[in-house]
């Protein structure tokens, strides 16, 4: 979800040792969650002398948002696969494998931003951004003809996504990976729908 | 959202004391969140004595489990409009005002959920209800001829409702009254369209 290491700064002592200490957060969030992260038990695994770390990112909250500031400096891009209902299916896999590993650290930054409020707010540009990048699965489809030009990308990538959260995140109710597949295509049908009556 | 005086047990001393209690439980969480929710707090808001709040509850975890179990003593059935569509709007437009109400006890369950198991654990059951409740929207449209009878009453309402969860409580991202009815119609027009596929 948050890679460690911005692909545009490779290289030099201080990206290093952000990278370290990212790997570290990662790795303890995950491990003991919100509550058990501290910058002593981060310095520890990252094998960052803890007054750096304290000097450069102050508190537990500091770290955490940092770590999703750093996935905001990643390349990553949805997949390409031809269609609209096979780039939703495939963005809805990801999103499920991230919510279903074990341990997944998308759960337990969810977790950590209902605890601070730096966290809930550096989640949401996190997301803002992962969305935004997103929305050139609608634009290609707009561009195919397969959806009106007027098609609402954000309201179509939360159609496909949100049940997958909802359901994992907030009624903590088990899902098989089909079912992520399912929210994707109704998406795409509800979409596709809404050409026709738009047109009819 | 959980409706303090259980409808299935009207009048009676031990009734009183809970509908006070966890009405003082709700009043203190919305207003203080659940870092704020003490045993104090709700004694005093309540006028019931601290030592008859503690001796029946326990702990703060055990007032919003109560608070909880007690919405699911209510009486709360899903509108019947007469059609999926109107039906998915009714239910949504519910969870919209739940969720945007200031201050929400939904949110503020929501994020109590995220700190201890005991209220996420309560919360899933609350839901579970709710969900098993709101089936029958999906299985008078069936009877209607409206879906095949194989539809899933569940992954549909979560189709409808998940969105509207995933952008207000997660995303964080505002969201006008008609984007929650915009879900509930993707979510009907993709259950009709999976009708149509599949007599295709």
């Given amino acids: 979800m948050a890679d460690a290491e911005p692909a545009t700064r490779p290289g030099g002592r201080t990206a290093r040792v952000r990278a370290d200490v990212l790997a570290a957060v990662e790795a303890e969030l995950t491990e003991h969650g919100y509550d058990g992260l501290t910058i002593d038990g981060v310095a520890v695994r990252s094998g960052v002398h803890r007054t750096t770390v304290y000097r450069r990112w102050k508190t537990v909250a ?12 990643d390349t990553w891009v949805p997949a390409d696969t031809g269609s609209l209902e096979g780039d939703l299916i495939a963005l809805n896999r990801e999103v499920y494998e991230a919510l279903t590993a074990n341990p997944s650290i998308t759960q337990a930054v969810i977790a ?3 605890r601070t409020p730096e966290a809930a707010e550096a989640l949401t540009e996190f997301w803002t951004d992962r969305y ?3 929305a050139v699965v609608v634009q290609r489809a707009i561009d195919r003809g397969e959806l009106p030009a007027a098609t609402d990308p954000h309201q179509l990538l939360v159609t ?9 995140v907030l009624l903590r109710r088990p899902m098989p990976p089909a079912t992520a597949d399912h929210y994707a295509r109704a998406a795409a049908v509800a979409a596709r729908g809404g050409l026709r009556s738009e047109h009819a």
Same sequence: chains 1, 2.
């Fill in 62 to 73: 500091g770290l955490l948002v940092d770590l999703l500031n750093a996935g905001r400096d």
């Fill in 112 to 114: 950590a931003s209902f």
């Fill in 132 to 134: 935004s990048r997103s």
């Fill in 160 to 168: 496909a996504t949100g049940p997958i959260y909802h359901q994992l």
